[in-house]
């Protein structure tokens, strides 16, 4: 089905059709979930519509179709190529099979793979990457071209997989014998930074817990109303006039009410609890560049104390005129170089940081706003409706009940 969506501008709002044609947008919508293949080859396509007047791109709307993988390839060359930005979460992966393919798995996640997309396509540094345009531009055979070079663990080098562990195998080795731990990076700035995203993470987590328990008691209190109209219907049967008819308009009632909780428990699910669960991940995705950030503070200190000592060695091989001169000069030189660039990557990454948060912080409060609203709003209208309900009901059953 073609998308009526108006483009969303670049900084996130819905493009007037009062609008300059020379205001920059790019709109991406995710749709159409088809099943492919067969057993555990199997999986769901999507079709990806991107709408935009960025001159770089192909034209004002381009189509092309996706699958899960190809989102996780996205994602993925971001995370290795902009360090310090939050890269969107992706949704999990199901391994359940019976759930993988349910019509509600598959909504939620292509929902979710659309919120995941637009973040991107709305972010000032993440929009410009080339990674974005290929996967929202190639043909599907060089999409999986692309998927296939370079991403993933058993992609690295041999060197570079001996490199991971030796520094495992340094890690273990200083945990075993107790040696100092690694410098840490303790600004009053990043200490409460961390803090507050561990403290968000735990409250998101339980929020995120109880709305789950909220659509598991609609469903239910919907089934049980079900079962009971079902049987009323049945003891009405058994009655004479009025009270079977009674009966009968009770378990109708009981029935219809079942429909309206159910509507509501999807509802919470995808407008509630989704967008709760949504935020878990994405607090997750901070935790991950925060992790990167500490790696990059290590590597700056430990550069610069190297890069001091090989001063001084050099220092001391020119006073004694020794002849290994030349090499610990060209020593300190590639270690100083070394050490300013990852001063230069360690600084940018915090100077990313700290504009990543202010974004993130403000797209939370609209956001959990909007999910809040919404959901005290299908819960005053859902009991308005359960008591309307009951209430226009009243009537008939006094009227059985007093003959």
């Known amino acids: 089905m073609e998308s009526t969506e108006q ?21 991406v919508s995710v749709t159409d979930p088809v099943k492919l293949g067969n057993g555990v080859q199997s999986y769901i396509s999507y079709r990806v519509v991107t709408k935009t007047n960025f001159p770089e791109y192909q034209g004002p709307e381009k189509i092309v179709i996706r699958r899960y993988s190809d989102f996780v390839w996205l994602r993925d ?10 890269i969107p979460p992706l949704p999990e992966k199901s391994a ?18 659309d919120i995941f ?11 410009q990457s080339e990674d974005l345009r290929t996967f929202l531009q190639a043909d599907e055979e060089t999409m999986e071209r692309f998927r296939f070079q370079e991403t993933g663990i058993f992609m690295k080098k041999p060197a570079d997989l001996m490199q991971m562990f030796r520094d495992v195998q340094s890690k273990v080795s200083d945990a075993v014998l107790g040696k100092e731990k690694p410098v840490e990076e303790t600004t009053p700035e990043y200490e409460k930074l961390k803090h507050y995203i561990f ?20 469903r239910e209190l ?6 009971f109209g079902k049987a009323v219907k049945l003891l009405g049967a058994c009655e004479g006039e009025p009270t079977g ?13 079942s429909i309206k909780l159910q509507k509501e428990a999807q509802q919470v699910l995808m407008n509630f609890e989704e967008p709760l669960k949504d935020y878990v991940r994405y607090v997750q995705s901070i935790k991950a560049t925060i992790a990167e950030r500490g790696t990059a503070f290590r590597q700056h200190c430990e550069l610069a104390e190297t890069t001091k000592l090989k001063e001084i060695n050099l220092d001391k091989l020119m006073l004694t005129r020794s002849d290994k001169v030349g090499e610990a000069e060209i020593e300190y030189r590639e270690t100083k170089a070394e050490s300013e660039e990852a001063t230069r990557r360690f600084e940018m990454i915090v100077r990313r940081m700290n504009e990543e948060i202010v974004r993130f912080q403000e797209e939370k409060t609209e956001e959990m706003g909007v999910a809040f609203h919404q959901f005290a709003k299908g819960q005053a209208r859902l009991a308005n409706g359960i008591a309307d309900a009951w209430r226009a009901l009243l009537p008939k059953l006094e009227s059985a009940s007093s003959v």
């Open 117 to 127: 997309v637009n973040r991107i396509a709305l972010h000032p540094e993440l929009q």
């Open 7 to 27: 483009p969303r501008s670049v900084s996130g709002s819905m493009q007037s059709p009062r609008s300059p044609p020379s205001q920059p947008y790019l709109s």
């Open 245 to 257: 008819k009674a009966f009968s308009d009770l378990g109708t009632k009981s029935e219809l009410l």
């Open 199 to 218: 403290e968000l993470e735990n409250h998101l987590a339980e929020a995120q817990k109880h709305a789950y328990r909220l659509v598991k008691r609609h």
């Open 222 to 227: 919907g089934q049980s109303l079900l079962d």
């Open 77 to 86: 060359r971001l995370s290795e190529k902009f360090k310090g930005i939050f």
């Open 96 to 113: 359940v099979e019976k759930f993988r393919f349910s019509a509600e798995f598959i909504e939620m996640r292509r929902a979710a793979l």
